[in-house]
Structures are given as C-alpha cells and as structure tokens.
C-alpha cells in the first residue's frame, strides 16, 4: 500500500470507458488535473502527494473541483471553480506549506 502525505482527487468528468462528459470536463478539469501533476513535479512533491482522476463528486455547479486528503485533513479539504493559478496556489500553500487556500473552498 503506498503511504503519502496528500491524495488529491480531481474531477475531470470521464465515463468508465473514458469518454470525456459532463461539467467539469467542458469546464477545463482535465487541464486543471495536468497542472496538479505538473507542479507537484517541478516541486519536487512526488513522493509526498499522489493524484488521482476521478468522474463526478455531484457538485457540478462549483466545478471544476478536486479534494486533497492527507493525515492534516483526514475528512479532505473541498476546492471548487479551480483553474491553473488556483492550482498553483494550493500547491504551494496546501501541499508544501500545509494551509489549506480559503478562497478556493467549497
Ligand atoms: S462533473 Fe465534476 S463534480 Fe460533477
């Protein structure tokens, strides 16, 4: 079983077979799930935080959205309305800093 600090979970709407659907899809989730991937790279992260795509959380309305678990936030940390600068920001001040971003919970 693989142990890290942070999970986060990304809704990029996609059916079972991997047809792109649904709101946060239309909305740039899948973009915003390459960003999470992409800085928890360059900052050297990898071995602390682990991303996985997942379809709809039934908050549509607040997509595109993802929620971070880890042993600071056991019940998870619910960020909506993200874009790429959010993503950037709950890196650094979530996953390296240990601070959730108030602005971007839902
Ligand atoms: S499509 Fe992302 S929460 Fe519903």
Known sequence: MISVKYHVFVCTACKVKGEPTGFCFKKGGQEVLQKFIQEIDDRGLGSDCLVTYTSCF?????GPCAVIYGSAA????WYGKLD??????ICEQHLEGGTPVEKYRI
Not at 58 to 62: E, G, H, R, T, V
Not at 84 to 89: F, L
């Open 84 to 89: 790429e600068d959010a993503v950037e920001e």
């Open 58 to 62: 039934s908050m549509c309305k607040d």
């Open 74 to 77: 056991p019940g998870g940390v």
